[in-house]
Every structure is written in C-alpha cells, then in structure tokens.
C-alpha cells in the first residue's frame, strides 16, 4: 500500500530529473519568458501546437509546472506602450516587418492580441484625462511616435485666448494667427490647442498655457512629423478629405527622416514644406507645394551652398531644370503635366532615386520608351557598372528637348562618346540615325506640302488623313529608338516613310494640277484679252469709215 503511494513521487522525481539533465548547461541558451508570470501563469492558454504563439514540436505533452522550471520571467518586465489605444490597437499597422517601427526578430509571428497581452500600457496610453495631456514617455526613439493628441476645441470660433492674445501682442504673434486663418487646418476646424494644447477659454496666460492643461508649446522638430502624423495617419480621420494615411511611414523612409532621426535638425519636415501655420490645401495655387512653386519651394534648401555643404549635394538642380525641357513646359508653359521634384524623388518619402532605379522614374510618364529600353541592347547583356541609363543621354536635370543630334558627334551624351567612329556599334548608331531622319524630313516635308495646298484652297482630307496615319509609327519610332535595334526601328520608319511619301505624291500631284489649271486659264484669259484688243482695234476702224462716210455726205449735201 505505500509502495503504490510512493509510485506517482517516484515517477514525478524521474521526470524532473531528466528535465534537470536535460536542460542545456548555462541558462541563457533557453528563452526567458518575456512578460511577467504572476498574472500570466497558464503557459497553455497561449503556447501550445493549436495556440496563437506554438512552441516547438519537442515541448509537447508538458505542463505549465515544467514550462517555469526551464524558462525564467524577464526581471525588468516589457516595455509599456507609450501612446494611446484609441484608434491604435492594431499594433502590427506600425510595428513589424511592413511597419514604420520594428520590432525584435523573436516577435515575428505574433498578433495584436499577444502584444496586448504582453506589453502593459504605460503614462499617456490611457484614455486621456487631465492629468494625463503631458507628452508621453517614450521607448522608441522619439522621432519616430506620432504625438497623441487627444485635444478637443472647446470654441474654435468663438471666444479664443490664444488668437486675441496673439493678435495684442503684435508682430511675428500675430502673423502666426493671421497666417492659421488662412490656412485649411482653420478651415477644417483645427485650432491652437490641437497641435500645441493648452486651454483657450482661460484669461490667465500662466493658466492657459500650463501644464496640467496639458500645453506642449512649440515642440522641438524631432517632433513635428509625430504631430502632424497624430492626424494624418488616422484613416478615421483623413478619410472623409480624400487625404491618405501614409506620409507619416514615408517620411522616415526618406532622406529626410533617417537624418531627422540621427539627430540631423536641418532637414525637413512638414512644417517646412507646408508652410507652418499657413498650410493651404495642396491645389491651392498660393500653396508651397502647389506644382508650380515646388521646384522653388525645394531651392530654398537645395540651392543653399552653406546648407547643402554637409551633404556634398550639388546646389544648381533648380537652375538646370528652370532651363530643361521639363522645367519650361511647367514655369513658362503652365503645362501641369510636367514633372517636378516630387514627381522624380517623392513627396514625403523624399530620396534621391538610386541611379539603377532612375529609369523606373522616368518610365511613369514615359512608359513606352521604358518598355523598349528594358528589352534592348541597352538593358540586356551588359554588366550593372556599364549600363547606359537615361540620365546618360539625357541628362538628370538640365534634360534638353529630344532631338535626333544624340546620334551625331563624340561628345558628352552622344552616341559617340561611347560608339566612337570606327566602333564596332558605330555602323547601326548611323543607320538607325539615318531611317530615323529619313522618316521625320519626309513626313515634314509632306506636312508642309499639304500645308502649301490648304493654303491654296485644295481640299486636302485624303492628304491629311495618310499624313495622320504615318505620325503613329514615326512617334513609335521614336520610342523603339530606346532598343538600339536597326531592325526595330525600321519596321516604323519604313512605315511612316512609306505613307508620308504617298501624303506628299498625293498632295504635289494636286499642286501640280492646281499649277496646270493656272496655266490653262492664264492662256484662255490672254486669248479673250487678245481678241478683245482685236475687236477693239476693228470696231475704231469701223467708227473711222462710219464717220469718214457720213462726212462725205455733208458734203455732197451742202
């Protein structure tokens, strides 16, 4: 009878032993259990082969007792979360592999709810009180938070001490309101206290301005993204305006804010593009970022030398595109459709594209001669270092109009700069010169012809009509230059040449007719002019005879 009570210790004793055994020596080969464990102790409610976190294959069959003997608690417990749950419980929307905010490797896999589970709210995550408007402590580096801003505006339009005692101070005060009521965060009902807390119905400055009403005050430009990112990465709040959500993410992917957050304080923000207090919409024409004043807007750092100096970044982009053909199809044509620095290298994920990628940027507008260039010589067959890009022939900012030149000369941008006169590549840089000029001269030569006509008043539709149809394959032609392929481009010259030779027979031939009816009539009026000289001549000799006889009878008479 006690040999069969003393079974169970026996076999409990042989287990732990061979855990004890079993347990690799030095403790810090096993996990530690990264949440305390006093609140937590049912290790199968999470982790088990059917459960949000799975162990591994090994561990299964044993017991939460077994669980803690192997895996000691974290002693410093986990990081609280430093924000808000409101509108922000899904914590893999920035935290993780596709987030703006990573996370540790061993934390790959798991949910919200397990976070939730894990990480206890910290000071400023609770819903907000009014002890609780201070800015929140925070783990990750700061820069990289969205500030929550849980203010509301008690009276935006009405009675408000912040706008009334600006205003009284006068000066840069008062601007800074003047510039807000212009601004489309007016419009919208964002105020003072939005960005920068406080209360806006107390008299009393220190009042107003303190912080158990929560004011921030102008905060340090670490922060400005995360203010700004507090709203503009809320769908709930950004869609009812058609604005997305993801500038927040992008602008710490850009060049701006990796320097923002190793401390670099001369780079961008939001503040600087968008005009501090005075953000218009971005289709307002008086707006910085408006298309037609975006290129100056970016001079106004980028064409600073003393400012750019750290970076080794050159300063004379803004001059070279002013001159370009992109520059000129927006600043002096008004042309919309132009690209401007943000089309090329980002809005809020601003960086300069990596010079493999710059044929990528110029395929958004140019999508056929980027099809072609990947498919062709160019592209194919050659190592990455010898690629010959766009910005090779056409140049990155100071990109002058097209033209059929390229192909003529040995300098810089020429073909022959790299096919030189005698080349290998030199032949087919020729003759696929010589089909491309071909194509153009004959079909301008057609156009002018038909022009000629038109002028003349000879109905041209036919004319007109085979002219249209050899544009298509010449402007294809254009494109399929981008292969380096004489066969390629034939295929469209010799078919653009061929019906814009047809335009011009066509339209000469009517000319020519036109010269022939010219000519017929001038002969018919100069023989209607010769006749009537004639008969003018007869008739004067005639009244000569008439009145000659009729004085002979006078005469006779008397």
């Known amino acids: 009878m006690h040999l069969r009570r003393l079974i169970p210790i026996l076999v409990l004793g042989i287990v732990l032993a061979w855990f004890a055994l079993a347990r690799p020596v030095g403790s810090q080969e096993i996990p530690i259990v990264p949440h305390p464990t006093d609140e937590l102790g049912d290790c199968l409610a999470c982790h088990d082969s059917g459960q949000m976190v799975p162990f591994p294959e090994?561990?299964?069959?044993?017991?939460?007792?077994?669980?803690?003997?192997?895996?000691?608690?974290?002693?410093?417990?986990?990081?609280?979360?430093?924000?808000?749950?409101?509108?922000?419980?899904?914590?893999?929307?920035?935290?993780?592999?596709?987030?703006?905010?990573?996370?540790?490797?061993?934390?790959?896999g798991l949910g919200s709810d397990t976070c939730l589970s894990c990480h206890p709210v910290g000071q400023g995550a609770a819903e907000p009180t009014e002890e609780?408007?201070?800015?929140?402590?925070?783990?990750?580096?700061?820069?990289?938070?969205?500030?929550?801003?849980?203010?509301?505006?008690?009276?935006?339009?009405?009675?408000?001490?912040?706008?009334?005692?600006?205003?009284?101070?006068?000066?840069?005060?008062?601007?800074?309101?003047?510039?807000?009521?212009?601004?489309?965060?007016?419009?919208?009902?964002?105020?003072?206290?939005?960005?920068?807390?406080?209360?806006?119905?107390?008299?009393?400055?220190?009042?107003?301005?303190?912080?158990?009403?929560?004011?921030?005050?102008?905060?340090?430009?670490?922060?400005?993204?995360?203010?700004?990112?507090?709203?503009?990465?809320?769908?709930?709040?950004?869609?009812?305006?058609?604005?997305?959500?993801?500038?927040?993410?992008?602008?710490?992917?850009?060049?701006?804010?990796?320097?923002?957050?190793?401390?670099?304080?001369?780079?961008?923000?939001?503040?600087?593009?968008?005009?501090?207090?005075?953000?218009?919409?971005?289709?307002?024409?008086?707006?910085?970022?408006?298309?037609?004043?975006?290129?100056?807007?970016?001079?106004?750092?980028?064409?600073?030398?003393?400012?750019?100096?750290?970076?080794?970044?050159?300063?004379?982009?803004?001059?070279?595109?002013?001159d370009s053909v992109h520059g000129v199809a927006l600043l002096e044509e008004q042309d919309m459709r132009a690209p401007t620095c943000s089309t090329c290298h980002g809005t809020h994920g601003a960086a300069p594209p990596g010079f493999q990628e710059v044929a990528n940027v110029c395929g958004q507008c140019h999508g056929a001669t980027e099809d072609y260039y990947l498919e062709g010589g160019h592209r194919m067959g050659m190592t990455v270092e010898a690629l010959p890009r766009c910005v090779t022939c056409h140049g990155r900012y100071d990109v002058p109009p097209a033209s059929l030149d390229l192909f003529v000369g040995t300098e810089e941008r020429h073909c022959g700069s790299c096919h030189p006169p005698g080349s290998e590549r030199a032949g087919d840089v020729a003759a696929i010169y010589q089909a491309l000029l071909e194509a153009r001269e004959t079909y301008d030569e057609a156009a002018a012809t038909i022009e000629e006509a038109s002028g003349r008043r000879l109905i041209m539709a036919k004319q007109e009509e085979l002219l249209q149809q050899a544009?298509?394959?010449?402007?294809?032609?254009?494109?399929?230059?981008?292969?380096?392929?004489?066969?390629?481009?034939?295929?469209?010259?010799?078919?653009?040449?061929?019906?814009?030779?047809?335009?011009?027979a066509s339209a000469n031939a009517a000319l020519e007719d036109l010269r022939t009816r010219w000519v017929g009539m001038i002969v018919v009026v100069a023989v209607v002019l010769v006749t009537v000289v004639a008969l003018w001549f007869i008739?004067?000799?005639?009244?000569?005879?008439?009145?000659?006889?009729?004085?002979?009878?006078?005469?006779?008479s008397g």
């Open 132 to 322: 609780a408007t201070a800015e929140p402590t925070a783990t990750l580096p700061p820069a990289i938070e969205a500030l929550p801003t849980p203010i509301q505006e008690p009276e935006l339009f009405g009675e408000n001490t912040c706008i009334s005692c600006h205003q009284e101070l006068g000066g840069r005060h008062a601007a800074i309101t003047e510039n807000w009521s212009e601004s489309i965060h007016a419009e919208r009902g964002v105020g003072c206290v939005s960005c920068h807390g406080g209360d806006p119905t107390a008299e009393d400055a220190e009042v107003s301005m303190s912080p158990e009403n929560g004011f921030l005050g102008p905060l340090p430009k670490e922060r400005i993204p995360g203010l700004c990112g507090s709203c503009h990465s809320r769908v709930d709040l950004m869609r009812q305006f058609d604005l997305p959500t993801d500038q927040f993410n992008q602008y710490w992917q850009s060049q701006h804010g990796q320097a923002l957050i190793e401390g670099d304080e001369k780079v961008a923000t939001c503040f600087d593009c968008h005009d501090g207090h005075h953000t218009l919409a971005t289709d307002d024409p008086g707006s910085l970022v408006y298309p037609l004043n975006e290129p100056e807007m970016c001079a106004g750092c980028h064409s600073d030398a003393e400012l750019m100096a750290p970076y080794n970044i050159p300063t004379n982009q803004y001059a070279l595109y002013v």
């Open 58 to 108: 090994d561990h299964a069959g044993r017991t939460n007792d077994t669980c803690l003997m192997c895996h000691e608690a974290q002693p410093e417990g986990v990081p609280p979360i430093p924000h808000i749950l409101e509108g922000r419980d899904d914590c893999l929307a920035c935290h993780g592999p596709g987030g703006a905010l990573p996370f540790p490797d061993s934390h790959t």
């Open 471 to 504: 544009r298509t394959p010449l402007i294809e032609a254009r494109a399929k230059q981008h292969a380096v392929s004489l066969d390629v481009v034939q295929e469209n010259t010799q078919a653009s040449l061929d019906l814009s030779e047809q335009a011009l």
């Open 539 to 556: 008739k004067r000799e005639l009244d000569r005879e008439l009145e000659a006889r009729r004085a002979r009878k006078r005469q006779e």
